[in-house]
Every structure is written in structure tokens, then in C-alpha cells.
């Protein structure tokens, strides 16, 4: 059985979900503007684990319905 989350707790999670979005999105559009590649190399991977805490903070508030 899924333990259901105070209110508060809901909304910390959504406040998460906003800024880890807010953060892919600037990091996109940053992207074009690197020259050196590892500096892309280490954004694209920042992208990348931001998109998976994205998805699991939407679980997360979906379980919460």
C-alpha cells in the first residue's frame, strides 16, 4: 500500500518538479553555445539524469491521485 503524501509534502515535490524542468530547459538552450565538448559531454549528461528525476517526481505526484 502506497503511503499518501501530506500536502506539503506534494507541494515540495512539485516545486522540485518545476526547477529540475526549469534546469533541462536552460541547459538545451545553453547547449548550442559550448565550444569545448566536455563541458557538452558533462551537460548532456546533466540533461540526461534530470530528465530520469523528472520522470520519477511525475510518478511520484501520479501515485499521489
Same mark, same amino acid.
Given at each position: $500500500?502506497?503511503? =499518501?503524501? /501530506? !500536502?506539503? *509534502? $506534494? %507541494?515540495?515535490?512539485?516545486? %522540485?518538479? !518545476?526547477?529540475? !524542468?526549469?534546469?533541462? !530547459?536552460? /541547459?538545451?538552450? $545553453?547547449? *548550442?553555445?559550448?565550444? &569545448? &565538448?566536455?563541458?557538452? =559531454?558533462? $551537460?548532456? *549528461?546533466?540533461? =540526461? &539524469? ?6 520519477? %517526481?511525475?510518478?511520484? %505526484?501520479?501515485? =499521489?491521485?
Amino acid at each position: $500500500m502506497a503511503k =499518501q503524501l /501530506a !500536502t506539503h *509534502e $506534494m %507541494l515540495e515535490v512539485h516545486e %522540485l518538479l !518545476t526547477f529540475k !524542468t526549469s534546469c533541462v !530547459t536552460k /541547459a538545451v538552450a $545553453m547547449r *548550442e553555445l559550448v565550444k &569545448d &565538448d566536455k563541458l557538452r =559531454q558533462i $551537460m548532456d *549528461e546533466d540533461v =540526461q &539524469d534530470s530528465i530520469k528525476a523528472i520522470e520519477d %517526481l511525475r510518478s511520484i %505526484l501520479e501515485k =499521489q491521485k
